[in-house]
């Protein structure tokens, strides 16, 4: 699986340099059989809330190994006050997968998102908009849980997947390009959709299909649908 490879390179590029690497150890942070609800009064703020700027996006590819690491880019947990802008940007390193499975193992993947449930925090995510906003209780920061405590067990979640062979998860709460991390998470979702649509075996002309142009942009995915076709 080398779909977005060449996203995963371009989101690299994109961001600044990285002073703060948590190297992944297992987490002592709790999580929830559900998500759970978290009300205003006993919240101490909102990642991505109040309109500020927000994206979640998750990357596979079975030829980049990642070094099982949090990255934060921005203030940490415990230096946040107010609502902040916040990226969540999810890298996964797993086994060469099948074709005709690849699009439901990624969204197996991609629903950790919605299952993972740490105590003291509450999630709310949207793949469509590509946004996840998380309230961060009073009570965590109490406990002084910080990004890498959050990503440790986020990254101990995706290894439970026997196809997961590394991870690494970045963190935003400040960052100047957040407009142009959104376009390449779009492009990760259309790629998703795209593969979707091909392992559907629907053979579409190219001049009138509207993913023609991730088909294009997206390395090894023509060849990919052009080899579906003649099955």
């Known amino acids: 699986m080398v779909l977005f490879n060449q996203l995963i390179n371009q989101i690299k590029e994109i961001l600044p340099p990285c002073d703060k690497k948590f190297p992944y150890k297992r987490s002592g942070l709790r999580r929830s059989d559900k998500n759970s609800i978290l009300l205003l009064k006993d919240t101490a703020f909102e990642l991505g809330g109040s309109q500020k700027p927000c994206v979640s996006t998750m990357a596979v590819t079975s030829s980049i190994h990642f070094e099982n690491c949090v990255r934060l880019y921005g203030r940490d947990l415990c230096e946040i006050k107010d609502d902040n802008a916040f990226g969540k940007i999810v890298f996964l390193e797993i086994e060469d997968i099948d074709e005709d499975s690849a699009f ?3 969204k197996e993947l991609e629903l950790v998102r919605y299952n993972f449930c740490p105590e003291g925090f509450m999630t709310r995510a949207s793949a469509l908009s590509m946004r ?4 961060v209780s009073k009570r965590a920061l109490k406990k002084k849980i910080s990004f890498a405590d959050f990503g440790n067990a986020l990254i101990e979640e995706y290894l439970k997947n026997p196809i ?9 709460t400040e960052f100047d390009k957040f407009d142009e ?10 790629t998703t959709s795209a593969l979707n649509h091909i392992l559907d075996n629907i053979i579409f002309d190219c001049s009138t299909c509207n993913l023609k142009e991730i088909c294009d942009e997206v390395d090894g995915m023509k060849e990919l649908h052009m080899k579906r076709a003649v099955k």
């Open 132 to 135: 996840e906003q998380i309230r």
């Open 104 to 106: 439901d193992k990624i």
């Open 181 to 190: 991390l959104l376009i390449l998470a779009d492009k990760i979702r259309s």
């Open 164 to 172: 997961v062979k590394s991870a690494e998860i970045m963190f935003i």
